[in-house]
């Protein structure tokens, strides 16, 4: 009877916001998780669980599961292995990294490439980031998905911006900004529904008709990389009709005069709506709606942006801009008002000592991850790249530029270490593979981007095959290399213990705890950290003008900056290739997680591009006809799909497939670019200009 069995508390190691808390019964017979089912008594989960983690156990227990060290025995992507004993993996690995360390290249000729397959704390950065550091390797800047939004928000907030979640069901006006909630925060959109039952109205800014915005009261739909003349038509508004916070302008924030001034002479709704596609009225009215929503709807306004608006040229700054709105109309001030990107700055882990920045050599340079293609093709300062360490992420099929990034992954003087539970698109080209656990099968920490709990995950089973956690094979590589034990040697759970350090939001709560189940962090129900202001900026104010942006050379106060690749400044390049491409994740995946689960793959049926009517039939493309989606940098195979769901001038390609799993070979990102965004140097995906044919 399956209902007798033992039960394990775990987490969801996604990178996603709602970081759930599972339940796995395990058959102690055979040492096998038989069931994983959400954990009902999660306060911000519920129990309730996506389509890809319910199915969590075809992944632990799937086929092409990687369980040994493997060699490469063909051609550099061709994918074909042997097995090797760990021992020997290990040799190999820290020979070539000695060999490299001696030559004159030196150890920053090793470059380690990690995102956010896990989200755990250990699993994701811990005795790794320790061993490359003591190692001496190249630095690598974790751009490819939030540093935009981040350095965006640092500019005007001194943090993320960020509320109590759960708080949100008393806002009465919620705008999904950028954000396909229903979809990549399930969670939240519950409680956004919540709000609706109670009055609220439910608004989505996308130039897609993403099932969020499909489910919302309004869509509308921006030209995308359009968001921040949007808001700043939106502040011409606010100003010209008075619908401010007084006292919380004079008393909270700096630069009112001048954001003034700016926004009544620049950015009328005339010149908004040329830029952005949306009619004067739609600007008008949502500025009415966002502005006067206490007196409409009843309550707070909340922003719920998300990395939508984040990855085009001017993504920086248009985070910087939105996330000044909440400041004008003082909705920071009620519980659930405002604006939220991440909670990830709520829990203060002590990353110091989990990955110890003191060991770095001086000097040592930092590698922009979303220039993989530059790096590995020699076009970065410094020594060559000769050695690349992957786990935690998939750059074949993940990383812009597609084709240059596997030109570079076919080098064959490249030395490629992958790590990983499957075999994917980036294993392909390793020279070792190394078996990876799932999270039944280690112990982590998390924190979450998405609500205020912290949590332990429990191993369920035992690692399946010769699999190891992270920590473990930089153990082993520490062990090789003749590292000091004091750095190496630390059991996972020593190193959790040291990251929930006793500062004030971590006082009372003890490992043992977390491991019974999610702890709240010490923070009031409704925390409202900018109610009274005292935002952690230099002036310790909202800064609608920026002294700091100031003295770094760039434009002191939100402004409107271009996609790079925009029809409107760019007619160059619309001449040959007139169409905003888009590719989000479909609901399916996660990234390039769960692509080779069957069930997952079925349900996201091909790879399809999503087209207005109007500019199918300048193409003579009907609905399902094979087309081909191309640009200077590559082209791929899709199946169209003609209809509603975008404006003219705008297609939508959900990915992220595997390459192997497409029509030929590639998936979207072959079309995408390595250009940087404005703030924080993060990845453009979504500001990508192509041209369809008919195949
Ligand atoms: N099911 C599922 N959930 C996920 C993920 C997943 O892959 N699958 N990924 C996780 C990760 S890593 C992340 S970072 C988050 C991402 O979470 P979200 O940011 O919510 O997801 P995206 O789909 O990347 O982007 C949101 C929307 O932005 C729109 N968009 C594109 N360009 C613009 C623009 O210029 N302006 C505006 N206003 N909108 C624009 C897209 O059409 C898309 O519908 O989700 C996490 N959750
Ligand atoms: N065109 C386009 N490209 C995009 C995006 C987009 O919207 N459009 N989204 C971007 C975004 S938001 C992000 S965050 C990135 C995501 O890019 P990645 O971080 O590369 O994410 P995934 O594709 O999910 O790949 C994660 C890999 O980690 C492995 N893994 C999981 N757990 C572990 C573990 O414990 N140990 C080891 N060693 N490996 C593990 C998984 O099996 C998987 O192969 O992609 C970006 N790329
Ligand atoms: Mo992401």
Redesign the pocket.
Known sequence: MVRELPTVRAVCP?????TCGLVVTVDPASGKAVKLRGDAEHPFTHGFL?Q?VANYLDRVYHPGRVLHPMRRVGRKGEGRFERVSWAEAIRTIADRFRDIAGSADGPQAVLPYSY?GTMGKLMYGSLDRRFFHRYGASLLDRTI??TAGAAGCDVTLGTRAMIDPEAAVNARYIV??????A???THFWRIEHEARKRGARIVT????R?P??AKSDWWIP??????AALALGVMHVLFREGWLDRDYLDNHCVGVEPLRDRVMSEYSPARVAGITGLSVNEIEQFAREYGWAQNLFGGPALIRL???????GGGGI?VRTVVCLPALTGDWRHGGGGALLSTSKAYPFDDTFLTRPDLIPRGTRTINMTSLAEALHGELPGPPVRALFVYNSNPAAVNPDQSRVLSGLRRDDLFTVVHDQFQTDTADYADILLPATTQLEHFDLHGSYGHLYVQSSNAAVAPLGEAKPNTEVFRLLAREMGYEPELFDITDEELARGALSSVREFEGITLEDTRRGPVRLNLPAGWAPFAEGKFPTPSGKCELYSEREARAGRDPLPHYRP?HEDPQTRPDLAADYPLQL?T????????S?FVNVDKQRNSAGGVTLEIHPKDAAARGIADGAAVSVFNARGRFRATASVGGTVKPGVV?SLG?WWNRYTPDGVNGNTTTSTALTDLGGGATF?DNLVQVERV
């Open positions: 996604h990178d996603c916001p709602d996506c890809k956010a998905c939030a999904n900004w950028g954000s396909n909630t979809v990549t925060n800014i996308d130039p897609y993403s969020t915005a921006v030209r995308p990389g359009t968001d998300n990395y939508g608006l984040q990855r085009h248009a996609p888009l989000p994740p479909v609901p399916a995946f996660l990234n997680t939508v992220i979504f």
